[in-house]
């Protein structure tokens, strides 16, 4: 997915110290492409928080019955020094990219893109679908790994069953069950679904800090509540996550992993972190995007392809970490 904001804030971002009590994250509409593209809910990046772990973007969308508007309709579009992780609850999205990857997006199975030292895809929605709705997320890369070769990764995780309530560990490991997909920072990714009226106990990694994002229902953390569309930090140190829920059954997106402990920018569809680095990536997106299907830094746009999104105009301003 793609950041489509015309003017996108500058986001700096740098691991925050641990609090003593979660924290409710609130979601903003942000509409991908202009007033009459499709909205979802962004509860990541923030200026109260720019991180949980290494995941830095939280877009949440739906359930829309497929109409011009709420179609997913992304051109190829670049990334560098990211993983995008696609997690759809119900619908089909058809993604290309410019390794050659032409993968269908389906409910309950993750596609992880790698973007590293540079890729381009689109997403569209297929004729089949009629109710689009899901997450897209993106992990910042560290260091030693963000210029890595560009690759697709795909996997159908099983669920189990803990207690009352169905788990779908699609990245890391929770309660027994494991992910077989390799990241570079030690990161936790699953969907939640509880029962109404249910108390959940997850043993969780204390090295991790965490953030459940519900898509339905309500939830209660230590004291702290948290209902539809809003993110849920818990900082780090526990040991357990004890989750209740109220008078709905709840589906919830958990998200964990390690501080990154590094100061990154991300500007619309990249993460650097410099300036500089911003300029040459967008720099090369233009140059290779006014090209006709020649390879280029971000590699061979499909035949498939008509158009691709031109990067927003830089800021005036030097684009500098915030205090």
Sequence with gaps: MSNLDAHPEVVPCESSAAQATPEVLEPRLVPLGG????????????RARSLIGAWCFVDHYGPNEISETTAMNLPGHPHTG????????????????????????????????????????????????????????????????????????????????????????????????????????????????????????????????????????EIRVAGITATDAELLYVPLGATSLTIETGDRPVRA??????????????????????????????????????TDHEEGPYGTFPDAWLTVLPAPVMPNGQLKPRA
């Design 82 to 217: 990211l993983q995008t992780v696609s997690w759809l609850f119900s619908g089909l999205l058809e993604h290309l990219d410019t390794i050659g990857t032409k993968s269908l997006i389906r409910a309950g199975e993750m596609n992880l893109m790698t973007a590293g030292r540079g890729i381009a895809h689109s997403e569209f929605t297929t004729p089949e679908t009629k109710v689009l709705h899901g997450v897209q997320l993106w992990v910042a890369l560290p260091e030693r790994d963000r210029f890595t070769e560009p690759r697709f990764e795909y996997f159908a995780p099983e669920p189990i069953i803990v207690g009352d309530a169905k788990l779908t560990v699609f990245l890391g490991s929770l309660m027994g069950s494991t992910s077989p997909v390799e990241t570079s920072t030690p990161l936790l990714g699953a969907e939640l679904n509880i029962p109404a009226g249910t108390t959940l106990e997850l043993d969780v990694d204390p090295a991790f800090e965490h953030g459940i994002l519900v898509d339905a229902g």
């Design 35 to 46: 007033p009459r593209a499709k909205p979802v809910r962004r509860t990541l990046p923030q």
């Design 253 to 290: 997106v958990l998200l964990g992993g390690e501080p990154l402990n590094e100061r990154i920018i991300m500007w619309w569809n990249f993460i650097g972190r410099t300036h500089e680095e911003i300029v040459r990536f967008r720099t090369e997106w233009q140059a290779q995007a006014a």
